[in-house]
């Protein structure tokens, strides 16, 4: 029942109504957020950007969501998010930029995002996760971003983005 509410939130684009500061969810984790971009070559030589998220000491600290890309694509996301409706489109991620990560073993989750899509499209689930002790790598699947003008989702490029999972996997497990 909670999942199917999760995904309901996650769809759903309506007016923000009155939050219960109850629901576990909502609740930050014993750490704080960090997150990095790394760039990872897969076994098939496909280069793929890809943004972590981690269990991390210190504070969380904010910054604008366009920042999670440089130059123009920095301008264009910029854009694409003014015109987003506002209670849609988060405008402020939560995590720190390179922040010194918190000693320990954390699980690893990879995110592979929807077609058309990008690595830090889930970025708020993201932070949650990582505040609660996880690792959430997420790769751009590059052909199949907004940016890139979407490959089309045949079965041949669907075996690429879980090649791209499976070079996430190895690459973070140190397995490369």
Same mark, same amino acid.
């Given at each position: 029942m909670r =999942? %199917? =509410?999760l995904a309901l939130l996650l &769809? %759903?684009?309506?007016a923000p109504s009155q939050i219960d500061a109850g629901d576990p969810f909502l609740n930050r984790g014993p750490y704080a957020s960090g997150s990095r971009q790394l760039s990872i070559t !897969? #076994? @098939?030589g496909r280069t793929l950007p890809v943004e972590v998220w981690y269990p991390a000491t210190g504070t969380t600290s904010s910054f604008p969501v366009e920042e999670f890309e440089d130059g123009a694509r920095r301008t264009q996301l910029a854009s694409w998010i003014s015109q987003a409706p506002e209670a849609c489109t988060p405008r402020t991620a939560h995590s !720190? +930029? #390179?922040a010194l @990560?918190?000693?320990g073993t954390f699980p690893l989750l990879v995110f592979s995002h929807c077609t058309e899509c990008f690595r830090f499209s889930l970025h708020t689930v993201a932070e949650h996760l990582a505040s609660h002790g996880f690792v959430v790598a997420a790769p751009d699947h590059v052909g199949n971003t907004r940016f890139d003008g979407g490959a089309p989702l045949t079965n041949a490029f669907l075996e &690429? +983005? @879980?090649s791209d999972i499976s070079g996430v996997i190895d690459s973070m497990s140190g397995n490369s």
């Amino acid at each position: 029942m909670r =999942l %199917g =509410l999760l995904a309901l939130l996650l &769809v %759903g684009c309506s007016a923000p109504s009155q939050i219960d500061a109850g629901d576990p969810f909502l609740n930050r984790g014993p750490y704080a957020s960090g997150s990095r971009q790394l760039s990872i070559t !897969t #076994d @098939a030589g496909r280069t793929l950007p890809v943004e972590v998220w981690y269990p991390a000491t210190g504070t969380t600290s904010s910054f604008p969501v366009e920042e999670f890309e440089d130059g123009a694509r920095r301008t264009q996301l910029a854009s694409w998010i003014s015109q987003a409706p506002e209670a849609c489109t988060p405008r402020t991620a939560h995590s !720190t +930029r #390179d922040a010194l @990560a918190a000693e320990g073993t954390f699980p690893l989750l990879v995110f592979s995002h929807c077609t058309e899509c990008f690595r830090f499209s889930l970025h708020t689930v993201a932070e949650h996760l990582a505040s609660h002790g996880f690792v959430v790598a997420a790769p751009d699947h590059v052909g199949n971003t907004r940016f890139d003008g979407g490959a089309p989702l045949t079965n041949a490029f669907l075996e &690429v +983005r @879980a090649s791209d999972i499976s070079g996430v996997i190895d690459s973070m497990s140190g397995n490369s």
